[in-house]
């Protein structure tokens, strides 16, 4: 029989109205003949919510406790989705991530070691359902341990490579993967097809669909994932190894999406001496603090004057980014420390960069025309990134999104 996992996101478990939703979901794929077991996040907003009550109870709180907290709003929503169902008359059953158990490393930010699976076929042999909250695992001293936020789609992606699943489905409010948000290009077109390249590219650079890292362990374990709405019976986004889409290979553009980042922060060391190792004074200690950089640029006059370097990191690591290094300016031996929080990172992404480059001269044509100024540039094999005063973040969208013919001819 078939198996398969469904992930179903806060949006999609927000009340109890909303999980006898998911539950008819779960029915229709059980009474199709699927071996089934699901995944949940906790209720919207309800994850932030408890956040807030470890930074109230202490602004510096103990990692472990942290993860008690924050992870018992997914052990409520399976409950309640296995209540549901059994009130349904459907063999279901929750099973806590030490119950199985999902093996993880560290705390707030766990990585998963593995998952043992001998519960679940106990539970597919009697014709069960089983509903797993996401987010969560246990270490190796037997403590509750979280992967971070947005890790219950790395749950489902686990489980579902674990258990040798078909697929994985991740339900959440949208209907599939678009070209770019239809908020600021209501003409976005939605992709029936992405590469898990792709998709791992746009995750990183801003889409908020899914989280980059469910889907390298799905390019890893060549794990098909399917985008679906929890809301709308409509087909959504596969997203699959490029070797699949051979066939496809005609119809598709050459630029998948444009995706955008807020959530970035500029930060410029002037007088910088141009010598070997003057990068590594600067990001070393960056990386020692756990602040990850990205977009580095640096300008020189001549041979052996002093440079300026210029890189990006997440906003909210612009505070200790900034004390990492006002605390080695001697050692570095910069001139002046800038910052800049009102940047936006926007992104082409698609597998035709890598054998066209006039799709990234046409980026940079595009944003001249509309003098839109570029601050940083950053690329990688299948995607190009540009940094733009934040301003200018919508307007850099859809014009880019017109000048790659994404533009669908009706409105989302």
């Known amino acids: 029989m078939p198996r398969i996992v469904m992930k179903f996101g806060g949006t999609s478990m927000a009340g109890i109205e909303r999980i006898r939703h998911v539950a008819g979901l779960v029915r229709r794929e059980a009474e199709a003949g699927h071996r089934v077991a699901v995944v949940v996040s906790a209720m919207a907003g309800e994850t932030d919510r408890l956040v807030q009550l470890c930074r109230e109870a202490a602004s510096r709180h103990d990692p472990r406790e942290y993860d008690v907290v924050v992870a018992s709003g997914e052990q409520v929503t399976s409950g309640l989705l296995a209540i549901t169902l059994?009130?349904?008359?459907?063999?279901?059953?929750?099973?806590?991530?030490?119950?199985?158990p999902i093996r993880a490393s560290g705390h707030?930010?766990?990585?998963?070691?593995?998952?043992?699976?001998?519960?679940?076929?106990?539970?597919?042999?009697?014709?069960?359902?089983?509903?797993?909250?996401?987010?969560?695992?246990?270490a190796a001293d037997g403590s509750l341990a979280t992967l971070g936020r947005g890790g219950s789609d790395t749950s489902a992606v686990a489980l579902a490579a674990a258990m040798n699943a078909d697929r994985c489905d991740i339900y959440t409010d949208v209907d599939g993967v678009y070209t770019t948000d239809p908020r600021i290009v209501p003409r976005a077109r939605k992709l029936a097809l992405v590469t898990y390249e792709e998709m791992l590219?746009?995750?990183?650079?801003?889409?908020?669909?899914?989280?980059?890292?469910?889907?390298g362990l799905a390019m890893r374990h060549q794990l098909p994932l399917r985008v679906l709405s929890s809301f709308e019976d409509r087909p959504g986004t596969l997203i699959v190894g490029e070797d699949q889409l051979r066939d496809f290979s005609m119809e598709r553009q050459l630029i998948t999406g444009i995706a955008y980042d807020k959530n970035e922060a500029r930060v410029t060391l002037t007088g910088v001496p141009d010598r070997p190792g003057a990068a590594a004074a600067i990001f070393s200690p960056l990386a020692e603090a756990g602040v990850n950089f990205d977009m580095i640029a640096e300008s020189v006059a001549r041979a052996g004057a002093q440079a300026d370097i210029t890189f990006t990191v997440p906003r909210a690591s612009l505070a200790l980014a900034a004390d990492t290094l006002a605390a080695r300016r001697e050692e570095i031996g910069y001139a002046e420390l800038?910052?800049?929080?009102?940047?936006?990172?926007?992104?082409?992404?698609?597998?035709?960069?890598?054998?066209?480059?006039?799709?990234?001269?046409?980026?940079f044509r595009t944003l001249a025309e509309r003098r839109i100024d570029v601050l940083a540039i950053a690329a990688s094999e299948i995607k190009v990134s540009v940094l733009v005063p934040e301003d200018y973040t919508e307007l850099a969208v859809r014009v880019l999104h017109t000048a790659y013919g994404l533009d669908a001819q009706d409105e989302a």
């Open 108 to 138: 707030a930010a766990a990585l998963i070691d593995g998952i043992d699976v001998d519960v679940l076929e106990r539970v597919f042999d009697r014709g069960g359902i089983a509903i797993i909250p996401g987010f969560q695992g246990v």
């Open 86 to 100: 059994q009130g349904m008359g459907l063999n279901a059953r929750s099973y806590m991530g030490w119950q199985l």
């Open 201 to 215: 590219e746009l995750a990183g650079v801003g889409a908020k669909v899914l989280q980059a890292r469910s889907v």
């Open 338 to 363: 800038l910052t800049d929080s009102a940047v936006c990172k926007v992104s082409i992404v698609g597998v035709g960069i890598r054998s066209d480059p006039e799709l990234a001269a046409r980026m």
